[in-house]
């Protein structure tokens, strides 16, 4: 899928959320945020994503990993020296392991999704399942890619919903049209939850 395709997505299920939860206008905004944010984080170990685009835009693309790997590094060394809270240290060593991981791989599991809705848990209580949702629905939208994804990493086995014959492949009409269903879907709602 593509990047345009998961910020949909991630709007889609920030506007559920956000119904589900009556979110007032106030974290509404934020609701929706954090679950598009989300949507697009399993993307970060790839150099030419639009979350590592967004974070690292103006540094040459092979910089951007040793960005990532020096923030989370300075997260660990900051989590060392002045007690900072556990979720810190998870974030930060999340971070490294992203830096150095291959596209598709730790980010696109079960246990970064875990990590993630941890930390937002411990961060930020409010969005957690926000960020919960707009991050399952990135993996639930490339597993049904021919690639897959690698659901229990670190095994490799790559979960794939085309072997039962839903296949899309990124980029292409079906990609395309998801994305704008998403987008015009969530607009709907979120201009009946404004209104309602």
Do not use: C
């Amino acid at each position: 899928m593509t990047g345009k395709t998961h910020a949909s997505l991630g709007l889609a299920t920030g506007t559920a959320v956000a119904w589900y939860t009556e979110a007032q206008r106030g974290e509404l905004v934020f609701t929706l945020a954090a679950a598009t944010v989300a949507a697009l984080l399993p993307d970060l170990d790839e150099q030419s994503s639009k979350i590592n685009q967004a974070l690292f835009g103006r540094l040459p693309r092979s910089y951007r990993s040793a960005a990532l790997a020096v923030i989370g590094l300075a997260g660990v060394g900051g989590f060392m020296l002045y007690s900072l809270p556990l979720w810190v240290l998870v974030l930060s060593l999340f971070a490294v392991l992203t830096a150095v991981a291959p596209h598709r791989g730790l980010t696109h599991s079960l246990l970064a999704l875990v990590a993630v809705v941890w930390v937002t848990f411990q961060a930020f209580s409010t969005y957690t399942l926000a960020v919960g949702t707009g991050y399952l629905s990135h993996l639930l939208a490339d597993a049904v890619t021919s690639q897959g994804v690698p659901l229990f990493w670190p095994w490799q086995k790559r979960v794939s919903l085309s072997n039962v014959g839903v296949r899309i492949r990124t980029g292409r009409t079906t990609d395309q049209v998801t994305g704008t269903l998403a987008g015009w879907g969530s607009g709907l709602m979120l201009i009946w939850l404004i209104f309602a």
